[in-house]
């Protein structure tokens, strides 16, 4: 069936250094990739996505890297700071555009000051 | 204006009983989903409602559980004859429409069987 393989499951790094959280799809029909940021005790939000007709998109720190051929995404945070520690999630639609959605198993990260 | 909502925030129950989950959804969006997070886990799909109607209930565990939408609105998951390891976080989340449309998730509600 549909999978998304996310890594690492924990990444720690020191303020102000570049995080990157990768994963791997299965689906070749998925379209849309979402990226979620989930706080200890908290719903999880979305902090960017892309979709397959763009290869890379930026929002200030953050930017998502898409490769359909090999069926990868990343998620890219530069200056990381103490508040970017959190639990991040990948997903990746499946087809017949219901929205459903394959998450990964999600990545820890800490930032330490 | 006003996000998912969800209730109970917390249920604890005895094994065997039934429990009820309720989720508002985002005024308007017609796109409902019930997501399942186990302790240090990512979110496992559970079902999804357009509109009303289910089109896809395959992420549902067992036969002991069930949801409904009224209305187009509110959505109950329903987990008849509860397990120990029905214990999880159950999230709702709703979109406009349902094509690489942002889901908005609620804030969940944690359930614990005894």
């Known amino acids: 069936g549909e999978n998304v393989e996310q890594h690492p499951s924990t990444l720690s790094v020191q303020e102000g250094d570049s995080a990157v959280i990768k994963c791997t799809y299965s689906d070749s029909a998925s379209n849309y990739f979402p990226w979620y940021k989930q706080e200890l005790g908290k719903r999880p939000q979305l902090i960017i996505d892309?979709?397959?007709?763009?290869g890379e998109k930026k929002d200030q720190r953050i930017a998502v890297t898409l490769n359909k051929t090999a069926k990868h995404f990343s998620l890219h945070i530069t200056e990381t700071q103490p508040e970017d520690s959190a639990v991040y999630f990948c997903a990746a639609s499946i087809r017949g555009n219901t929205g459903k959605l394959i998450f990964g198993q999600g990545t820890t990260l800490q930032v330490k000051p | 204006g006003a996000g998912v909502s969800q209730s109970p925030s917390n249920k604890v129950t005895e094994k065997g009983k039934d429990v009820e989950l309720r989720c508002d959804p985002i005024?308007?969006?017609?796109?409902l989903y019930w997501y399942r997070q186990s302790l240090g886990q990512g979110l496992e799909f559970l079902i999804y409602f357009q509109g009303n109607s289910a089109p896809d209930k395959s992420g549902l565990p067992s036969d002991r559980f069930s949801a409904e939408r009224t209305g187009g609105s509110v959505s109950t998951l329903t987990i008849q004859r509860t397990q120990q390891e029905d214990s999880a976080v159950y999230l709702c989340a709703s979109s406009p429409q349902q094509y690489q449309e942002t889901q908005y998730f609620g804030p969940g509600t944690r359930l614990l069987v005894l």
């Open positions: 892309i979709r397959s007709n763009v």
């Open positions: 005024s308007g969006h017609t796109a």
